[in-house]
C-alpha cells in the first residue's frame, strides 16, 4: 500500500481512481506531483477567495503561532475580538455579534440551535436544491442527493421550492412572475405547517453547489417580509458566497436585506486554517446575557484563525478586492460565458455574479433537456464526467456539480487569467456539444 492508500476520502468512491497528489500552489494555480499545472476555477471548495500561499495571509499566522499558538474559546484573545469587530462593521443592519465556530457546517448547527431557543419552537424550513453541511443537522436540512446516504436525519424539518427561473416549478415566464409564485408557495408552506411551530427558516442568499441560482428580484425581500410576519428567524446561509464572492462582504446587501443570522465560513480567512461563524442580530444575542448558552466548540474562533482573517480584511481593502470582483467578474467572466453560450449549443443558461458563474448544460435548447438526469450515476453521469475529466485534462479545475459547468476563481485572479480559463473552456464544451440532439 501507498501513504495515499490509508486516506479515507470524503464524498468519494474509495475503491475508485486516486486524485491527483498536490504539492504546491501560488495564487490562482496549483499543481501535482508531475508538474502539471492547474488553473483553479474552484477556489478549491469555493474557499480559497483570497487565492492560495497569500505571503501577507501566510505571515499573519506564523506571528500569531510565535505570539500564542492557541487557547480556549472560553476566554480572551486579541486576535477573535478584532475579527469580530472586523465583521461586525461590515455587516448589514443590527448583526453585530458573533459566535466563532471551526467551519460552515458547525456555523449552521448553532444558527439553528439559536433560533430554536430564541423562539421556542422546533420546526426548520429549508428549501429543496440547497446545501448546508454535512453534519446531523445541517445534513438533515439539505435538500440534495447528498442528504440521501444520511437519512434519516430525525430533523425537524419542512422543504420548499426556491426560485429557478431557467426550470420554474410554477411555469413562470419571467423573474418576477417566478418571485411572486415562489413567495406565494412559501407563504402555504408556512400556513399549512403551523407558524407557530416553525423556528427558523435557511436559505443560501445565492444557492451554491445546487446552480449558482441567483434570487430574482424581490425575493430575499419577500422572505424577510414573510418571516417578519409570523415571527421567524431568517438564516441566510453565506458560507460559500459570503466575503466578497459576489463583490459584496455578504451577499444579502446586494439585495439590501437584513436577515436575523448570516452563517459563515470558507473566505472569511480563505481556509487557510478552519474558521466559521454565527452572525447575529442584537436581539437575538441579548437573549443570552443573562441566560447560558448551550453551546461550543473547543476550537472556536481559533487564534490562528482569527489572525489570518483579520489579515484577510485588511488585504482586500487595501487592495480593492470587492471592486475588482464585481467589475471584471461582469465584465470578463460574465460577458466571456456570455459569448461561449453563442458558440455551443450545449449551454442552456449562463448565470452568476462576481466570480460565481454556472453554464447549465443541455442535450437540447428548446426543450432543455439537461445533459444527464438529476442525481444520475453510472453510464447516465458518463457525458458529465467526461467534460469534467476534459477541463482537468486541459489544466482547468472546475467547480462542477449535476448538468452545470461552475466557475468560482479565487477573487485576485487577473483578468488575464481568467480569459486564458474561459479560451481553455470553451475547447472542453466541444465534449458537451457532443451530446445536442
Not at 434570487?215 to 430575499?220: A, D, F, M, N, R
Not at 443573562?290 to 487595501?318: K, M, Q
Request: glycine fraction near 12%; hydrophobic fraction near 40%; include cysteine.
Amino acid at each position: 500500500m501507498s501513504a495515499d492508500d490509508h486516506v479515507f476520502y470524503p464524498w468519494s468512491v474509495q475503491g475508485g481512481p486516486k486524485p491527483p497528489m498536490i504539492t504546491g500552489a501560488s495564487g490562482s494555480w496549483f499543481w501535482d506531483e508531475h508538474g502539471k499545472k492547474y488553473l483553479d476555477f474552484s477556489s478549491q471548495l469555493v474557499n480559497v477567495n483570497i487565492g492560495h500561499q497569500h505571503p501577507e495571509m501566510v505571515a499573519a499566522i506564523v506571528e500569531q503561532a510565535q505570539l500564542l499558538a492557541t487557547i480556549s474559546p472560553t476566554v480572551g484573545n486579541q486576535a477573535r475580538s478584532d475579527l469580530a469587530r472586523l465583521i461586525t462593521e461590515r455587516a448589514p443592519g443590527q448583526l453585530n455579534r458573533i459566535l466563532f465556530t471551526t467551519g460552515g457546517a458547525e456555523a449552521v448547527e448553532h444558527a439553528v440551535r439559536l433560533a430554536r431557543s430564541f423562539t421556542g419552537r422546533t420546526k426548520m424550513l429549508a428549501a429543496y436544491r440547497s446545501y448546508h453541511g454535512g453534519t446531523g443537522t445541517a445534513i438533515g436540512l439539505t435538500g440534495e442527493p447528498r442528504r440521501w446516504g444520511a437519512e434519516p436525519t430525525n430533523v425537524d424539518v419542512t422543504r420548499f421550492f426556491a426560485p429557478y427561473p431557467y426550470r420554474s416549478p410554477w411555469g413562470t415566464t419571467s423573474p418576477e412572475d417566478e418571485t411572486a409564485a415562489a413567495l406565494s408557495h412559501l407563504r402555504q408552506v408556512i400556513e399549512l405547517e403551523g407558524p407557530n411551530h416553525i423556528a427558523g427558516l435557511i436559505l443560501e442568499t445565492v444557492v451554491g453547489t445546487n446552480g449558482v441560482l441567483v434570487p430574482p428580484p424581490g425575493y430575499l425581500a419577500g422572505v424577510r417580509a414573510l418571516c417578519d410576519e409570523f415571527g421567524i428567524v431568517y438564516i441566510a446561509d453565506e458560507v460559500m458566497v459570503g466575503f466578497g464572492r459576489i463583490g459584496e462582504w455578504f451577499a444579502v446587501q446586494a439585495w439590501d436585506v437584513e436577515p436575523d443570522i448570516i452563517t459563515f465560513a470558507k473566505g472569511v480567512n480563505s481556509g487557510y486554517v478552519p474558521l466559521g461563524g454565527v452572525l447575529m442580530a442584537e436581539r437575538i444575542a441579548q437573549r443570552y446575557d443573562d441566560t447560558l448558552y448551550p453551546g461550543g466548540l473547543t476550537y472556536a474562533g481559533h487564534p490562528l484563525a482569527c489572525a489570518a482573517g483579520v489579515a484577510s480584511i485588511g488585504i482586500f481593502e487595501r487592495d480593492g478586492i470587492l471592486d475588482h470582483v464585481r467589475t471584471v467578474g461582469a465584465e470578463v467572466l460574465g460577458k466571456g460565458l456570455q459569448e461561449l453560450a453563442t458558440r455551443h449549443p450545449s449551454i442552456g443558461e449562463v448565470r452568476g455574479l462576481g466570480f460565481f458563474w454556472a453554464l447549465e448544460l443541455v442535450r437540447d435548447q428548446g426543450t432543455r433537456e439537461p445533459l444527464i438526469p438529476f442525481a444520475a450515476t453510472g453510464a447516465a453521469a458518463e457525458p458529465m464526467l467526461r467534460v469534467t475529466a476534459a477541463a482537468k485534462e486541459h489544466g482547468v479545475w472546475p467547480f462542477n456539480a449535476g448538468n452545470r459547468f461552475q466557475i468560482a476563481p479565487p477573487l485576485t485572479t487577473s483578468a488575464d487569467d481568467l480569459r486564458a480559463g474561459l479560451e481553455l473552456v470553451d475547447q472542453v464544451l466541444e465534449v458537451a456539444d457532443e451530446y445536442v440532439r
